[in-house]
């Protein structure tokens, strides 16, 4: 199964990362990527000092990751891990590319419609990761 780190105090911090790192550590993989909502990444970039307001920058560690954004991620969560443990698979004769002047309104339009049909899915090879959830912004 996956780990599962509740976030300290509900708001992220770089130390959130690291310690979701340092979990997947535990479970002999390395992290290669982190992904998280916009508003989670947002809220870690404009962390700053609570002396003199400078921006915190991420520990090295934290960039050396593949760090990506993406809506199809909770707000209140982010996921940490070896994304290398991901299997892939694409189902039946790969890519297929339709195309049709006839379908819809495109021929008075003078259009032509392209569909792509792609039947994929995916799957976790090895427990790899680590999801950071809790996450609140206050």
């Not at 809506?71 to 694409?90: N, P, R, Y």
């Not at 792509?116 to 790899?128: C, F, K």
């Amino acid at each position: 199964s996956i780990a599962v780190f509740d976030a300290a105090t509900g708001n992220p911090s770089w130390d959130d990362i690291l310690d979701c790192m340092s979990a997947v550590e535990a479970l002999n993989f390395e992290s290669n990527g982190a992904v998280g909502h916009p508003t989670f990444w947002n809220f870690l970039r404009k962390l700053k000092s609570a002396t003199d307001l400078v921006y915190l920058d991420p520990p090295k560690a934290v960039m050396d990751l593949a760090l990506k954004s993406t809506t199809q991620c909770a707000s209140t969560e982010a996921i940490v891990g070896d994304f290398s443990k991901i299997l892939l698979g694409i189902r039946g004769g790969g890519l297929t590319i339709e195309t049709s002047d006839q379908a819809g309104d495109s021929f008075e339009k003078h259009q032509t419609y392209i569909k792509a049909v792609l039947r994929a899915d995916a799957n976790i090879a090895q427990p790899a990761f680590n999801i950071l959830q809790g996450l609140t912004y206050t």
